[in-house]
Each structure stands twice: as C-alpha cells, then as structure tokens.
C-alpha cells in the first residue's frame, strides 16, 4: 500500500509545480483593458452593459497602456515641442475640468469588485470671447494605494465649448487581464490637441468619485468551483496536506 502512494507522489508534485507556475504567470501579467468613448450624452446603459459583455473596443489597446505617468509626459515633449498656448498666454483663459463622476458596472463573482466602469468627466474651455471652443484629448490612468499612476486609456479628440454641460465625456472600460483585486484611484489628465502640456487635471484627490473604487480584472471576476478530492489509498492524509497547501498558495497568489 505504502509504494503505490510513493509511485504517485511525483505525478501529484508535478501537477502542483504546473499549476504554480501557471496561476504566477496570471499574477505577473502586464495590465490590460479595452475602452470606448463617447460624449455621455450619446452613451446608453445598454451600450456600456453590451460592451463590458462583449469585450468589444473601439480604439482599443494604446502602445501606452501600462506607462507610467512620468514616461507618458516624456512621450508628449518627445513627439511635440510646443507648449500649451495657455501658459504663456494673457488673454484671460484657461481649461479646467469641472467634475468627474465614476459608474460601476458589471461584477460577475458578485464580490463587491468590478470589472466593468465608466469614468465621466466635463472639462472647461473658460475663454470670454467669440473663440470659446477648444479640441482637447484625455490620458486615464489608474492607480493602486500609494502606487504609480498607470496609463489605461487616450480617448480620442472632442469639443469643448465654454462651460457647456453638453460636452461632458465619458470613458467605459473593460478590465481584462493583470488588475488584482484592490481598491483603484482614477486620474485624468487634459491636453490640448497640437500641444504637449497637460492643461488640466483632475483626480481621487479632487474628487471622492475617483477614489479607491472597488476593481478586478475578468480574470479575477469569476466563480470558483470547488471539487471535493476523494483519496481511498494509504497515505491520504499527506496528499490532502499538498492539496490543502496547493489551495492557499492559489488564493495568495491571486490576491497579492
């Protein structure tokens, strides 16, 4: 009896190495999300639920998903040399992002922690003359307690007018890959379409919608199946040990 559970030994080791080395690799993966957006006005509840659903994106995954503010910056003084006109400007105006607002969406393991969000914000072009209207573009990032902000999307160019409430934007995203299950603050920076300098920001230390929002990747956003391992040979209770150990090494992995 005794050599029959030695003779299966290294086939159950090798099947816990594999799944280690598998479940660190998950853990390790490079931050990954789709997103798509719109002025909020043109978005739906049923255009965001069905494309958290369907993973679909339009301008999807940017070369800059994943830098570090800092190396986004230095990217925008590389590609363009131009300073924002508002720097150096005197003719009494400036951008400004008003508000911003945070939706949770979709949350399939019903934890608490989604993998789904919008962010909504509404930037200001404040200019009191005739030329009230401004092309801006926005980088998101996100980030993790104290951590780096890291870059998750660069919408497309929009319309700013004044101090309009028409143009408010909105960002909606789908977590995929490499986002463990933390609390995520959320950072806005405006830019000026032609020029290199942030104009505006806004963020979790302007505003509590962008702060510690509850979020996971889709590969954290799923039921866990539990099969119960029946043993009937001698020495059952070393290999409930290793299974036993197996679970609780996944489960850290998982959440570190």
Not at 38 to 59: C, G, M, Y
Not at 117 to 133: K, P
């Amino acid at each position: 009896m005794m050599s029959l559970f030695v003779n299966r030994v290294p086939v159950i080791s090798f099947a816990i190495v594999s799944l280690l080395v598998s479940v660190c690799s998950v853990a390790q993966t490079q931050p990954v999300s789709v997103s798509f957006a719109d002025l909020e006005k043109n978005i739906t509840e049923l255009t965001r639920d069905n494309f958290i659903k369907n993973k679909q994106a339009v301008s999807s995954v940017s070369k800059l998903q994943g830098k570090n503010r800092a190396q986004i910056r230095n990217v925008k003084l590389t590609e363009n040399k131009q300073t924002a006109r508002f720097a150096t400007n005197s003719g009494g105006y400036e951008f400004n992002i008003f508000t911003a607002e945070s939706r949770l969406i979709t949350d399939d393991d019903e934890d608490g922690f989604y993998q789904g969000f919008s962010i909504t914000f509404d930037a200001d072009y404040l200019r009191y003359d005739e030329y009230d209207q401004a092309n801006v573009y926005a980088e998101l990032y996100l980030r993790k307690k104290n951590g780096p902000w890291l870059h998750y999307y660069t919408t497309e160019s929009f319309v700013i007018h004044s101090d309009s409430t028409d143009d408010a934007f909105e960002v909606v995203t789908s977590l995929l890959e490499g986002y463990n299950t933390e609390y995520y603050d959320v950072l806005i920076d405006l830019y000026e379409v032609g020029y290199s300098d942030i104009v505006a920001t806004y963020s979790s230390d302007d505003t509590n919608a962008l702060y510690a929002l509850p979020l996971e990747s889709a590969d954290y956003d799923f039921y866990e199946i539990i099969e119960e391992v029946y043993v009937e040979e001698g020495g059952s209770f070393a290999v409930l040990l290793l299974l036993t150990l197996l679970v609780l090494t996944v489960r850290q992995v998982r959440k570190s």
